[in-house]
């Protein structure tokens, strides 16, 4: 049986960079994925990376605009770790050759982005996780005899042991088919969001919130699950996500009129507000009649007043985006944007060292909730937050891993048991429906009630729909008997894992009774400080059986005290 | 936005090539009709075959943005990514209107349209120590480089190892040991960057391995296949160029003198003349250098292909044997070029490229600036310099002879 001490599930940006750290402690690592690392989806990150590099700059303005852009519910602590490392993990990225642009005396370039006091985002053309996540390949590939690489391995599920701690997990080797158990002293989650619980959503079909069940199903808890961000410039028929780092150069939002529309919801930032912001001022332009497009559900986002010398080589990949899935040349008309299910800010609670509440079990970026991002994450803070908290889990990891033994498990009952599973849901009789199709329903029922406006009556529809796709997706038939690259019946447990979390998001929406961030309820308009200034914890506790549990936790507050929000 | 999006769904019948290793059965064709909009992707149509049809169906896929590099297949013979390619032009390209959909080729195939990437694709990245050797000692904050660098390997970085450039190779497939497009792309990833400090070990490397850089044939395949422009051929030139003309690598492949007789044939005749070839590539522009004892064997080994091409009427004993002959105006224009790309190298020691993938092709004629944006500048000494320093002496044409554009 394999066995390491950190074994890290995901090998995007959280999951490598993490990998890198452990193994420059001594430790030995192990790095799982369902895909190649490279597939990972922060290949899809464009923007950039925020760091107070500037000498104009400031780590403690970086770390206030986070607090701000979180509506205040962004945990000071973890924001101030990240903001004040911000800087050296971006030259350690520059050091292991990231191609960063640079100004014309050789630093560093650096681009506006929304919710930023000042230009503070480093770029790659608008490449920039692809960049980033390359680059640590290629680092993993040096590094290929201390870091262990399971590539196309699919996790089933994590091995707790008679105590509560997390020692190994169960995984299947997408290519055989065969099953294995892993044994670690420490495991990080770091295999991303659940956009895919959404249709349609930015992100790739392989983000279907593996972690973020996983460690929900073991016991631990989530938090400020209700707070999903709607990114505002996605293409309207795919979903498919053009970059912030556009309104960035200075790209405009216009409403069927012609009219700049931000002006009346952020005078001062104008298409540069907080996502939250944007998305919600461009969702009333659509519903009150404003919007462009086929049914008038876009908003058109002009790039063209960007000089097109400077689109071309700091806006690349949008350019072809426009024309390869949209028909539009970007540099010379506007394209059609709205609203897109983009990132969720909540996940499996952690402390800044990506402990959860189960000892040996860490998480790191999408996965997890530290919370530095509360109620709304800025652009480019995904990255960072991935970097930081994904070196400090995988060096945390590591100490802890060096001062104990292997854990003694028999993992035998369960990996019978997780191959059963399997089986069964192969053998599944054809007389309920297609994993396809509920997966269809799930996301556009999220789409619809979980999404940028949200109220009461919504919320209990969709979560009594929810309740009735669980049962669904317990039966769902799959078409592949074979074991050789069997995705079917991983589409399958990846559907079980997104009902888990959609009932988790919609759980916590219709606990928080205000508007904060990404939360936006209709019936609730106000954001409520002395009521809600507090995260959503949910859990199920013991086996499950008593359902989710909901429970509050304070918000860390050091330095900011909470004010009205305007940009 | 574009009217074609307003078209109704409209049924596209896919043909797929299936492979079961489990079922001991070969490999077969399965047909799906689906329906969709004209400029939805072929993954999309796939995807769709797949939740309606048949689950089983397999294709490695994610991001539906042509970013992730997952969804490398051959459509209608041509290699692409899935999620690239509208409905619409592949029913166009497709000879009885029936998209064509096979896994790419040159790696072994799992299952379906599932390849093996890791036994040929990322074994070649592995071949080229694809990671950067920084410069002594590391500074503290950012290597301070020039602009234009980062942005021309900016280029290569776009690529996202989807393997479709390695899928067609012609020299792959002839010697499926050449180290191949993408990887010789990444390699030009580093020689390109002013931070590694190993330029001259990685040209050399790549330079005297026969399987190396001297072993592309020119024939753009790669740079049709690639979906981000990356132009893997062009970045093998350039590896080449700078191999030779600034490092002075001399390979043991003959690669540099094979180019150098290329070069001088059509100076001194205007076309290429293939029997002079070999011996002006082993011996050198001389008369004595084609009796060179390497060009001997050189041609020994290539008779029965020579015999062939006889036999065939491809070519004549006495075509063959005399130059082809130009008219001599042409004759002058040819080689007024050369002297002018001469001339320009001798007082400058820089090289001029014009970096499509940053100014982008473009019907329209292009304004001056952009074509100072286009020039990246190249080279030792050269790359020290500040960007305005080029500038002053721009290229009135857009593209020299030697520059980095694709057809």
């Known amino acids: ?567 | 936005m574009a009217e074609s999006h307003d078209r109704p769904a409209e049924p596209f019948t896919l043909r797929m090539r299936r492979y079961d290793p489990e079922s001991g059965d070969a490999p077969y064709w399965d047909e799906h009709t689906i329906e969709l909009q004209p400029h939805r992707s072929v993954l999309e149509a796939i995807l769709q075959a797949r939740d309606r049809f048949d689950g089983s169906i397999g294709i490695r896929c994610s991001c539906r943005q042509a970013i992730c590099g997952s969804c490398g297949v051959r459509v209608n013979g041509e290699p692409a990514l899935a999620c690239h390619t509208h409905l619409d032009a592949a029913r166009r390209s497709a000879p009885d209107g029936v998209i064509e959909i096979e896994p790419m080729g040159n790696m072994p195939v799992i299952k379906d349209l599932i390849v093996d990437m890791d036994a040929v694709h990322w074994k070649k990245i592995q071949r080229v120590t694809p990671w950067l050797i920084g410069k002594q000692p590391v500074p503290e904050r950012e290597y301070l480089v020039p602009r234009e660098s980062m942005v021309d390997v900016t280029q290569t970085m776009a690529c996202i190892q989807c393997g479709a450039c390695v899928s067609d190779c012609l020299a792959m497939e002839v010697d499926p040991l050449f180290i191949g497009p993408a990887a010789l792309a990444k390699a030009y990833r580093f020689v390109g960057d002013p931070r590694d400090d190993e330029h001259f070990a990685r040209l050399n490397d790549l330079a005297q391995d026969p399987h190396g850089m001297f072993d592309c044939t020119h024939c753009f395949k790669c740079v049709d296949a690639c979906p981000k422009d990356v132009n893997p051929m062009g970045q093998i030139m350039r590896l080449r160029r700078i191999a030779t003309a600034d490092h002075h690598i001399v390979d043991q492949n003959n690669g540099e003198r094979h180019e150098a007789a290329f070069a001088s044939l059509i100076r001194d005749n205007g076309l290429l003349w293939e029997a002079e070839l070999l011996p002006r590539s082993y011996g050198g522009n001389s008369w004595l250098g084609k009796f060179h004892p390497r060009a001997a064997k050189e041609l020994i080994s290539s008779l029965p292909t020579i015999v062939k091409a006889l036999v065939r009427g491809k070519v004549t004993p006495m075509g063959a044997l005399k130059p082809h002959r130009i008219p001599k105006p042409d004759l002058k224009s040819v080689q007024s070029i050369y002297e002018r790309i001469d001339g320009r190298d001798s007082s400058s020691g820089q090289r001029f490229e014009l970096n499509l993938y940053i100014v982008g092709e473009d019907e329209e004629p292009p304004p001056q600036e952009l074509l100072v944006a286009g020039v990246a500048v190249e080279g030792g000494a050269s790359a020290a310099e500040p960007p305005g320093a080029a500038e002053g002496e721009q290229p009135a044409e857009p593209a020299s002879p030697e520059g980095s554009t694709s057809v």
């Not at chain 1, 292991?96 to 480093?122: C, P, Q, Y």
């Not at chain 1, 008679?162 to 299947?172: D, Q, S, T």
């Not at chain 1, 209700?226 to 505002?232: A, D, F, K, T, W």
């Not at chain 1, 908003?299 to 990949?317: F, G, M, Q, S």
């Open chain 1, 1 to 567: 049986m394999p066995a390491h001490d950190v074994l890290i599930i995901g090998a995007g940006l959280a999951g490598q960079r993490a990998a890198l750290a452990a193994a420059r402690k001594g430790a030995s690592v192990a790095v799982m994925s369902k895909v190649h690392p490279v597939r990972s989806h922060s290949v899809a990150a464009a923007g950039g990376i925020n760091a107070a590099i500037s000498i104009d700059d400031d780590w403690h303005s970086h770390a206030y605009d986070t607090v701000k852009g979180s509506d205040y519910l962004g945990d000071q602590d973890a924001i101030e770790i990240m903001c004040s490392e911000a800087p050296a993990e971006v030259m350690e990225l520059e050091h292991m050759g990231v191609t960063f642009h640079r100004n014309d005396k050789g630093e560093l370039d650096l681009r506006a982005f929304g919710g930023a006091s000042i230009k503070r985002t480093a770029y790659v053309a608008d490449i920039t996780g692809q960049a980033m996540l390359h680059v640590l390949y290629e680092q993993l590939m040096k590094h290929h005899e201390t870091v262990e690489l399971f590539e196309e391995w699919f996790t089933i599920s994590l091995l707790i042991d008679e105590a509560g701690r997390c020692c190994g997990v169960i995984a299947r080797d997408v290519r055989s088919g065969a099953m294995e158990a892993f044994k670690a002293k420490n495991v990080i989650l770091a295999c991303g969001g659940a956009g895919q619980a959404y249709k349609p959503t930015t992100n790739g079909l392989i983000v279907t919130s593996d972690g973020i069940a996983m460690a929900y199903r073991a016991g631990a808890p989530l938090m400020d699950m209700e707070m999903v961000q709607y990114h505002p410039t996605c293409l309207v028929e795919t979903g498919i996500l053009i970059t912030e780092g556009a309104r960035g150069e200075g790209a405009h939002l216009l409403n069927a009129a012609g009219e700049r529309f931000m002006e009346k919801s952020a005078p001062n930032k104008m298409e540069l507000a907080s996502r939250d912001v944007v998305s919600r001022a461009e969702q009333i332009e659509i519903n009150e009649g404003r919007g462009v497009g086929p049914n008038g559900e876009g908003i058109y986002l002009d790039v063209t007043v960007v000089p097109r010398r400077r689109t071309l080589e700091a806006l690349r990949e949008i350019v072809n985006l426009g024309r390869d899935f949209a028909g539009v040349d970007i540099t010379r008309e506007p394209i059609v944007i709205r609203p897109g299910q983009h990132y969720i800010m909540g996940g499996v609670k952690t402390d800044v060292d990506g402990r959860t509440a189960i000892e040996g079990l860490y998480a790191a970026g999408e996965v997890a909730c530290v919370s530095v991002h509360g109620g709304n994450r800025l652009g480019a803070n995904s990255l960072l937050d991935t970097l930081v908290f994904g070196r400090r889990s995988g060096e945390h990891a590591a100490d802890r891993a060096a001062h104990m033994g292997m854990p003694e498990m028999d993992s035998g009952a369960r990996l019978l048991e997780a191959e059963a599973q399997l089986e069964a849901i192969i053998e599944r009789p054809r007389d309920g429906r297609r994993v396809s199709e509920i997966k269809t329903d799930l996301g556009e029922l999220m789409n619809r009630y979980a999404a940028v406006f949200r109220d009461e009556d919504g919320l209990q529809a969709a979560l009594a729909t929810i309740g009735r796709l669980k049962e669904e997706a317990q039966k769902a038939w799959i078409d592949d008997r074979g074991t050789v690259f069997n995705q079917d019946v991983l589409g399958a447990i990846e559907l079980g894992y997104m009902v888990d979390c959609a009932e988790a998001i919609v759980l916590s929406a219709i606990e928080r009774k205000e508007s904060r961030g990404a939360q936006y309820r209709t019936d609730y308009p106000e954001r409520n400080d002395e009521q809600w200034l507090k995260h959503i914890d949910i859990a199920l506790n013991g086996d499950g059986a008593g359902g989710p549990q909901i429970t509050y936790s304070p918000v860390t507050i050091t330095q900011w005290q909470p004010e009205e929000r305007k940009y």
